[in-house]
Nanobody, 121 residues
């Protein structure tokens, strides 16, 4: 019911910023809460952030609080992750996801293929 496509990843120096986008197709976008996950080489996928559009609540993993901001535009069917003051440990493949239940951490039902974020020192 939902297809997700991430974009906006790239190479940035430590302290820099990136904005990730996740374009969704399907007519049920507003029915789902949305989240971002990341997976670094040799690591398990971890939760980064999620947003509930109904009550405007947002959730972040501790390591990104104060640096990352999640938002969504239902009219454009797009999810965003604005990342500031990036650190080398933020390097990972970032994936967006949509889920019906279990806000904020899951389970999530639909996933994008991911976009690479690399932060150099």
């Amino acid at each position: 019911q939902v297809q997700l496509q991430e974009s906006g990843g790239g190479l940035v120096q430590a302290g820099g910023s990136l904005r990730l986008s996740c374009a969704a197709s399907g007519r049920t976008f507003s029915d789902y809460h949305m989240g971002w996950f990341r997976q670094a080489p040799g690591k398990e996928r971890e939760f980064v952030a999620a947003i509930n559009w109904v009550n405007f609540s947002r959730s972040y993993t501790d390591s990104v609080k104060g640096r990352f901001m999640i938002s969504r535009d239902n009219a454009l069917n797009t999810l965003y992750l604005q990342m500031y003051r990036l650190k080398p440990e933020d390097t990972a493949v970032y994936s967006c996801a949509a889920g019906c239940c279990g806000y904020p951490r899951g389970p999530y039902d639909y996933w994008g293929q991911g976009t690479q974020v690399t932060v150099s020192s």
